[in-house]
Structure formats: structure tokens, C-alpha cells
């Protein structure tokens, strides 16, 4: 299914007409993947013939689901009745979806194939991309890797022999480091290995949505410091130069 984590406007009193498919959100996220849609087959298939159950690892499509009946009869039945139950301690929420899945598409003649979808894709994900660079300041908030903690607001400032990088306001120290211009083959591991031999090293987070930025945790603000004056301007890469400020509390 492509672009289907757009299904979550509206009912059908928003004009989403009755169809097959019906979103799900507000889902328990603890939960593994496979468990999940063994569960939710288990749950619906009472309501009719499952086509397909359908749910993703990555960020954006934590807590939801799609579940392809039939016909929509069943879909209706299912979304009226299961509306708010308790499933893993958490109250559904259902709606019809907006897209189709592939699986319904290909039945009525209106799928697309993924590389044409993908082609697409690739140029939506460059032009969010460029807005991602002009709106740095953004991220962390809205993904939540440091609750109270975000990236600086930023402007750009010339830096390592003219080129530009985004520069933080004044920001008050703290224990939290906000690290940035990294390379997106950077892993947690890497960047622990280069963090951790500083003295009160906790922990490094990476934002699977945001790719090239970080935040690294220490015990106090001295060791923080300490670790950013250290590691300052290195090279993960002889291309990225790291950025190193603290979080913006």
C-alpha cells in the first residue's frame, strides 16, 4: 500500500465513502509487527474475509493499520462495531481509508506499479529535503527523543572555508547535545563509539525520520561540554564535518 498514511482524515461524514478498507489508528506501538496483524486478523475476521492485514515498521506508520475485507459490508460491520474497543489497552480508532491497497487496486484495474509510485516519491522526499534545511529547527520536537529538548533555532552563517552550515542562537548550556551535518550512513553505534570516551556518557539517539542529526546524553553539563569542545568539527566522513551545540531546552 503506498501513501496510505494520508488515510487518517476524516470518517465518512469528512467524504470518505464507504469502501474495503478500513484505517486504523491510536494502536498500542509496544506491540511487534507480526503479533499486531495476527491480532487484528484474529479480531476482525469475524466481520467477514480478510484480504489483508497491512502495517510498517518505520516512524511515520507506527500505530496504524489497514484491514482489506471483501466486500465493504464487511469493512462497515467492522468499523461500526469495533469502533473505541479496547485492544491492547488502548481504544481503536477506525475509519474507512482514503486510498486502496494494492491488492484491491490490482482486482479493479487501478493499481500503479511501485516504481512508477517510487519515482514520485523520490521527488517529493528531495523537495521535503530542502524544506527539511530551511526548518531545522523543527526536528526533535515533533519526533520527541528528548522530551523538553529540541534542535536550536537556526540561521546560516559561512563556516569551514565558505561553505554554509546552519548556526545555532544562544542557547543556555546543558547535558543534552544537539549534533548535526551528519553523514545518513551513521549509525548509533558509530556515533557512541566516538561519544562514549568521554567521561558521563549515557546514551545517543537518532531520529529515523530525520536522518543526519543526533542527540548525545550525558550525566551533567561539564562532561556535555567536555565531549562537544573534544569532538568539535570531526570527521565522520571526510565530506561532514560535525556540528556540535547543545539542545535547545
Same mark, same amino acid.
Given at each position: ?7 487518517? /482524515? ?30 487484528? %486478523? ?99 520536537? /515533533? ?31 546543558? %547535558? ?74
Amino acid at each position: 500500500m503506498s501513501g496510505e498514511a494520508a488515510a487518517g /482524515g476524516g470518517g465518512e461524514a469528512n467524504g470518505i465513502p464507504p469502501n474495503v478498507t478500513i484505517y486504523i489508528n491510536n494502536l498500542n506501538e509496544k506491540i511487534k509487527l507480526e503479533e499486531l496483524k495476527k491480532s487484528l %486478523n484474529a479480531v476482525f475476521s469475524q466481520f467477514g474475509k480478510i484480504l489483508d492485514v497491512l502495517a510498517f515498521k518505520t516512524l511515520k506508520h507506527k500505530g496504524q493499520a489497514w484491514v482489506v475485507f471483501e466486500d465493504a459490508a464487511s469493512a462497515t460491520e467492522a468499523l461500526k462495531r469495533m469502533q473505541d474497543f479496547p485492544f491492547y489497552d488502548k481504544p481503536m480508532r477506525i475509519q474507512y481509508a482514503k486510498t486502496k491497497s494494492d491488492i484491491v487496486a490490482k482486482a479493479d484495474g487501478t493499481f500503479v506499479p511501485r516504481e512508477r509510485r517510487k519515482r514520485i516519491d523520490e521527488k517529493t522526499e528531495k523537495k521535503q529535503k530542502r524544506e527539511q534545511h530551511h526548518d531545522v529547527s523543527q526536528v526533535g520536537l /515533533g519526533v520527541n527523543a528528548y522530551p523538553g529538548y529540541g534542535a536550536p533555532q537556526l540561521t546560516q552563517i559561512p563556516f569551514a572555508g565558505g561553505q554554509k552550515v546552519m548556526m545555532p542562537e544562544i542557547i543556555v548550556p546543558n %547535558n543534552i547535545l544537539f549534533v548535526q551535518n551528519l553523514p545518513h550512513e551513521t549509525t548509533p553505534m558509530m556515533l557512541q563509539m566516538l561519544f562514549c570516551q568521554y567521561p558521563g556518557f549515557k546514551e545517543v539517539r537518532m531520529i529515523e525520520a530525520k536522518p543526519g542529526i543526533a542527540f548525545v546524553e550525558y550525566g551533567d553539563e561539564t562532561q556535555a561540554t567536555a565531549a562537544m569542545n573534544a569532538l568539535q568539527g570531526f570527521k565522520i566522513t571526510k565530506d561532514n564535518q560535525m556540528l556540535i551545540t547543545y539542545a535547545k531546552k
